[in-house]
């Protein structure tokens, strides 16, 4: 129970009407879950709006409402709070409420297009591992020391990152690893949290649906860095031509990393292969599992940041060198009598699907197929669909376009999209197969000996959304029974 004049530290109030000093119980922004004495914040989001539902929440027994524009009729004994930013009162209200429990550990956010839960996960294993209890806020999965829990989106919103970081307080954690998306900062999400740190990946196309413009989606992912105070660090791919913007306002030490430009942390690829990575980094030689040249830079990124935290590089190296890679991104498993290789990844942006199809063909012989089976998201951005196309038969020997998560959409009209950017002199690599089990199915029967098969976008999601229902599916499950039936 709390005081709410103490949980509106911070917010931007514009009037009040009422008792600021009544105890209040619980905090909401969803009206259905409002009981007794409870604060309701109303937030305009793109599909509702909060204020519609100010009466519901009232009739349950809210004790407060937080709102930008105040209902034409009070309720008497009801504290109305008029604010000028409802999303940003409820990251302030959040914070304050669960005591502000960023500031009881070290808090590291990932942001960027490409790979946030590749390095969020490997530093908390990394930490886990040297020994720290840690947390993990993350697109795959949350954890609170070593209990897991279901990660419903990327970044959750400000009351359940709060009570997670609470329950982190509560549990003794040490180091918080969190992924940060464009869509958390614009809406946010991370405001009122103190950061430790931040990284950097890069940027690319992709969530344009939501975000107008490049432009846009660029300076909301800056704005993190620009919020970072002077007592946190931030990290920064220079390599990509974003990472230099991302650091112009930021009041947070400056650190960047690259393989290509001269940076604090660089590292050369000694050797790049499907047993994974050699790097030499700063006269020191660091051998990892994960593959190719953009985990070459995930993995630098931990490097960089494990020592930026304390860690002694020794152990670092030894630690880094026992870490697996994510589920969901580049995983792969080898049928025993054909040697088809099966790699699962969630590449489903531009970028991120011609980085894994030029790491497998940098590393394969040329002598094999690579056969890649891919589709896009309903109901997202549908200007990268034909880039998708494009990228993904001019890279691969063969190519069979899919369903994805069609979502409300008409999954062959999606398919129609991505096959636009396919070029003349490679139609004859491709196929339609809008069933995305039929289509696993059929790469696998075309396969030969020693071929190499991509499946691509859904990674670690085990399920598939279709007319707003979710089915079970596995895209590494599912290639693992076809595989083993080629044994037979």
């Given at each position: 129970?709390?005081?709410?004049?103490?949980?509106?530290?911070?917010?931007?109030?514009?009037?009040?009407?009422?008792?600021?000093?009544?105890?209040?119980?619980?905090?909401?922004?969803?009206?259905?879950?409002?009981?007794?004495?409870?604060?309701?914040?109303?937030?305009?989001?793109?599909?509702?709006d909060g204020h519609d539902f100010i009466k519901n929440a009232e009739n349950q027994g809210a004790l407060a409402i937080v709102c930008e524009e105040l209902p034409k009729e009070k309720v008497n004994g009801v504290t109305y709070i008029e604010v000028a930013d409802s999303k940003r009162a409820l990251a302030y209200i959040s914070a304050n409420y669960y005591e502000n429990p960023s500031e009881n550990l070290k808090l590291v956010g990932v942001t960027g297009t490409n790979g946030k839960t590749t390095i969020a996960t490997l530093l908390y294993d990394l930490f886990t591992k040297a020994g720290f209890?840690?947390?993990?806020?993350?697109?795959?999965?949350?954890?609170?020391?070593?209990?897991?829990?279901?990660?419903?989106?990327?970044?959750?919103?400000?009351?359940?990152?709060?009570?997670?970081?609470?329950?982190?307080?509560?549990?003794?954690?040490?180091?918080?690893?969190?992924?940060?998306?464009?869509?958390?900062?614009?809406?946010?999400?991370?405001?009122?949290?103190?950061?430790?740190?931040?990284?950097?990946t890069n940027l690319s196309h992709d969530h344009l649906d939501y975000h107008k413009d490049f432009a846009e989606y660029r300076d909301v992912k800056k704005r993190f860095f620009d919020e970072l105070p002077a007592s946190a660090f931030a990290l920064t791919n220079i390599d990509d031509k974003n990472g230099d913007i991302m650091l112009q306002?930021?009041?947070?030490?400056?650190?960047?990393?690259?393989?290509?430009?001269?940076?604090?942390?660089?590292?050369q690829i000694l050797e790049n292969n499907f047993t994974g990575l050699l790097l030499k980094v700063r006269d020191q030689e660091l051998w990892s599992r994960l593959i190719g040249t953009f985990n070459a830079y995930n993995v630098l990124a931990i490097y960089a940041t494990a020592e930026l935290l304390g860690l002694?590089?020794?152990?670092?190296?030894?630690?880094?060198?026992?870490?697996?890679?994510?589920?969901?991104?580049?995983?792969?498993?080898i049928s025993e009598k054909e040697k088809v290789t099966a790699i699962v990844d969630y590449a489903h942006t531009p970028d991120a699907l011609k980085n894994v199809l030029e790491t497998i063909n940098s590393i394969r012989t040329r002598n094999e197929n690579l056969i890649t089976v891919v589709g896009c998201g309903g109901d997202r951005d549908s200007t990268k669909r034909p880039k998708m196309g494009h990228i993904a038969s001019a890279l691969s020997?063969?190519?069979?376009?899919?369903?994805?998560?069609?979502?409300?959409?008409?999954?062959?009209?999606?398919?129609?999209?991505?096959?636009?950017?396919?070029?003349?002199?490679?139609?004859?690599?491709?196929?339609?197969?809008?069933?995305?089990?039929?289509?696993?199915?059929?790469?696998?029967?075309?396969?030969?000996?020693?071929?190499?098969?991509?499946?691509?976008?859904?990674?670690?999601?085990?399920?598939?959304?279709?007319?707003?229902?979710?089915?079970d599916f596995d895209d590494l499950k599912i290639v693992k029974e076809f595989l083993k039936t080629l044994d037979k």
């Open positions: 129970m709390q005081v709410l004049k103490d949980i509106l530290y911070k917010v931007n109030i514009k009037s009040v009407s009422g008792d600021t000093g009544v105890t209040i119980r619980d905090i909401h922004f969803d009206s259905r879950k409002v009981s007794l004495n409870d604060v309701f914040i109303a937030i305009r989001g793109s599909l509702s209890k840690c947390g993990l806020l993350s697109t795959v999965k949350i954890m609170v020391g070593d209990e897991e829990r279901t990660a419903i989106r990327t970044t959750p919103d400000s009351i359940s990152i709060n009570s997670h970081l609470s329950d982190m307080n509560d549990a003794g954690v040490e180091f918080c690893f969190m992924e940060v998306s464009s869509h958390g900062i614009d809406q946010h999400r991370t405001t009122a949290l103190k950061f430790k740190g931040g990284i950097f306002n930021t009041k947070a030490k400056k650190y960047s990393y690259a393989l290509k430009s001269y940076a604090d942390y660089q590292a002694k590089t020794l152990e670092t190296l030894r630690i880094i060198s026992e870490l697996n890679s994510v589920s969901g991104r580049f995983q792969y498993v020997t063969k190519v069979i376009f899919t369903s994805d998560n069609p979502r409300t959409e008409d999954p062959d009209k999606i398919i129609e999209d991505v096959e636009a950017g396919v070029e003349p002199q490679n139609f004859k690599k491709i196929m339609s197969v809008t069933n995305r089990k039929q289509a696993i199915r059929t790469a696998c029967q075309m396969a030969t000996n020693n071929d190499i098969i991509l499946i691509a976008g859904k990674g670690h999601e085990t399920y598939q959304e279709v007319n707003g229902e979710r089915f």
